[in-house]
């Protein structure tokens, strides 16, 4: 079985339920992680966990050490990552309250390290990103999901954008056209350097609001927070039951 690392974001903070077992602190090329890196059992199954916004510190997207993140996972010997990711919805099948399994992406951000391939070893890094996600991890958690009746969406395009404002109504409407269906600030360079590093990695999107000009109302993060938190308690069970099939 692969040895699994989840890295939480916005209103995941903790892993419910998870037993600790350690606490590591990986010190990597690129600097320390964001937070501890938690390891212990859920639901039988071994697990290490850790906040990419680092809390309590509430690192922006556009300041976090993707790179140092995802290192330090796989020098603790993590094979599969399952990312967990807050987003806007831009498609009307992703609606507030829905949980995605995105299957592509597109990257607009700018300005991030974005690679580990620092040109220095005489070799050229050219990863293939066609698929930019774990196909086994994708269809695992879509199947665990299908099991479970959690519903979800499991054909999406994220639209991963620098932060850490929010997007203009003119911006959303290009990415609609670009064929983004959700929008979000973390997804990138977090999966390319994860296939960099040899990771497979998968993502489990929550969306806690309508993307920018879609709603009736401002975007707030009180909005998001209360639909965060019931969705953060579904990504759990989600989790739980992909843990408990590794045990
Ligand atoms: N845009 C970008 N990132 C987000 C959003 C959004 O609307 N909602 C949650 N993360």
Redesign the pocket.
Known sequence: MSVLGVIGG?GVDQLEGLQLVACHQPETPYGAPSRGIQEGSLAGGKVFFLQRHGSPLAIPPHRINYRANLWALKSLGVEDVIAI????GISPAMAPGGLVIPDQLIDYTWGREHTVDGGTDGKLMHIDFTEPYDRRLRLSLIAEAEAAGIPHEANAVYGA?Q?PR??TAAEIRRMARDGCDV???TGMPEASLARELGLAYASVCMV??P??GLGDQP?SLEM?REILEREAGVVRQLLRLVLARQS
Do not use: D
């Open positions: 916005t990711n807050a987003v806007g954008t932060g929010l997007e929008v979000g600030m806690v609001n993307a920018a975007i998001m």
